[in-house]
């Protein structure tokens, strides 16, 4: 089992910045891609950015230039600053982590876990 604890939602003004965090923790063997995705009331949920092992990133067209992720390989964390925030960029944010779990004694299986949610509100 892998677990994710997300943090950094929270009510900011239009033109402000957040950061989100994700932790990712168990039997973690290796992690190939980390990401976040969004969803509005109503909506569909989106991808918002992702980035691989390889530091690879893609990025929703709408946040392109304000959004920003990375990752922490060492803490198995994947992070989202937001800058110039929206009042389109509310949503709840889920942190998104695929990978390996296991050892070579345990067996490896993949996985592909998800957060909790965490709130983001963009409004004055």
């Known amino acids: 089992q892998v677990q994710l604890v997300e943090s950094g939602g929270g009510l900011v003004q239009p033109g402000g910045s957040l950061r989100l965090s994700c932790a990712a923790s168990?039997?973690?063997?290796?992690?190939?891609?980390m990401g976040w995705y969004r969803q509005a009331p109503g909506k569909q949920r989106e991808l918002v950015a992702r980035?691989?092992?390889?530091?690879?990133?893609n990025y929703a067209d709408s946040v392109k230039g304000r959004f920003t992720i990375s990752r922490d390989n060492a803490k198995n964390a994947v992070y989202l600053q937001m800058n110039s925030l929206k009042p389109d960029d509310a949503a709840v944010y889920y942190c998104?982590?695929?990978?390996?779990?296991?050892?070579?004694?345990?067996?490896?299986?993949?996985?592909?876990?998800w957060g909790q949610g965490t709130q983001v509100t963009v409004s004055s």
């Open positions: 980035i691989t092992s390889g530091t690879s990133t």
């Open positions: 998104n982590v695929v990978g390996t779990s296991g050892s070579s004694f345990q067996g490896r299986r993949p996985f592909d876990s």
């Open positions: 168990g039997s973690i063997y290796s992690i190939m891609v």
